[in-house]
Antibody, heavy 121, light 110 residues
C-alpha cells in the first residue's frame, strides 16, 4: 500500500528557508494524484499549506503563498516543501499526504507520520 | 483563525451518540459536497473518517456517519467507545481552489 515518510532538519533559524521532503512508496507519483503538505502548530489545529499535481501544477494556501514552493522529484519518487523567511510562527508538526480523488485534492486519504520543525536561533 | 467553525469540545458517555458540527459558508461547505472529517489521537497523524460529506473509507466503523445541511456539516458518532476519544477536524474544498480546516473538536468519552 501507499506509504509516505517526511524528512528534513528539525531545527531552522529565523529568516532561513525550511526544506522538507516526503518519500513515497507503493505508488509512482508521476502516474497520478495530488500530493500535499499540512502543518499543525503545537497544541493547535491543522492548516493546509499546499498541494501539487503529478503534472506539476500547484495550489497554495493564500496566507503562505508568497513563501511556499512545492515541487516533485519523480526520479526519486518524492515531493518537497520549501518555506522561506521562517519565523517562530512556523514552528509546527509538518505532514505530507496523498489527496483523493486522483484528479483533485478534495481530501487526504494517506498521511505520513509527520515531522517536527522548530524555528529558533 | 480557522476557515470553518467547530465546537471546541464535546463529550458523551459510552454507548451514547454525539454530533460535531462544522459551519462554513456558501463558498465552501455549502457550495460543494467535498467535506471530509479526520480523527487524530495524541501524537498521531490524522486519519480520514468521512469523505465527500457522508462516505466512509474502507475499514472505518459504520458508527461514524456524516451529513450536511446548508452551510453546516456534521459528524455523528453512535455507540461511543473509549477509543473514540480524540480530536476531530472537518475540512472542505473551497471556491478559491483551496482546502480549509475547522479548528478541531476535542471529544471526551466520560
Amino acid at each position: 500500500q501507499v506509504q509516505l515518510q517526511e524528512s528534513g532538519p528539525g531545527l531552522v533559524k529565523p529568516s532561513e528557508t525550511l526544506s522538507l521532503t516526503c518519500a513515497v512508496s507503493g505508488h509512482s507519483i508521476s502516474s497520478g494524484y495530488f500530493w500535499g503538505w499540512i502543518r499543525q502548530p503545537p497544541g493547535k489545529g491543522l492548516e493546509w499549506i499546499g498541494s501539487i499535481y503529478h503534472g506539476g501544477k500547484t495550489f497554495y494556501n493564500p496566507s503562505l503563498k508568497s513563501r511556499v514552493t512545492i515541487s516533485l522529484d519523480t526520479s526519486k519518487n518524492q515531493f518537497s516543501l520549501k518555506l522561506s523567511s521562517v519565523t517562530a510562527a512556523d514552528t509546527a508538526f509538518y505532514y505530507c499526504a496523498r489527496h483523493n480523488p486522483s484528479y483533485n485534492f478534495y481530501y487526504m486519504d494517506v498521511w505520513g507520520k509527520g515531522t517536527t520543525v522548530t524555528v529558533s536561533s | 483563525q480557522s476557515a470553518l467553525t467547530q465546537p471546541a469540545s464535546v463529550s458523551g458517555s459510552p454507548g451514547q451518540s454525539i454530533t460535531i458540527s462544522c459551519t462554513g459558508t456558501s463558498s465552501d461547505v455549502g457550495g460543494y459536497n467535498y467535506v471530509s472529517w479526520y480523527q487524530q489521537h495524541p501524537g498521531k497523524a490524522p486519519k480520514l473518517m468521512i469523505y465527500d460529506v457522508s462516505n466512509r473509507p474502507s475499514g472505518v466503523s459504520n458508527r461514524f456517519s456524516g451529513s450536511k445541511s446548508g452551510n453546516t456539516a456534521s459528524l455523528t458518532i453512535s455507540g461511543l467507545q473509549p477509543e473514540d476519544e480524540a480530536d476531530y477536524y472537518c475540512s472542505s474544498y473551497t471556491s478559491s481552489n483551496t482546502l480549509g480546516f475547522g479548528g478541531g473538536t476535542q471529544l471526551t468519552v466520560l
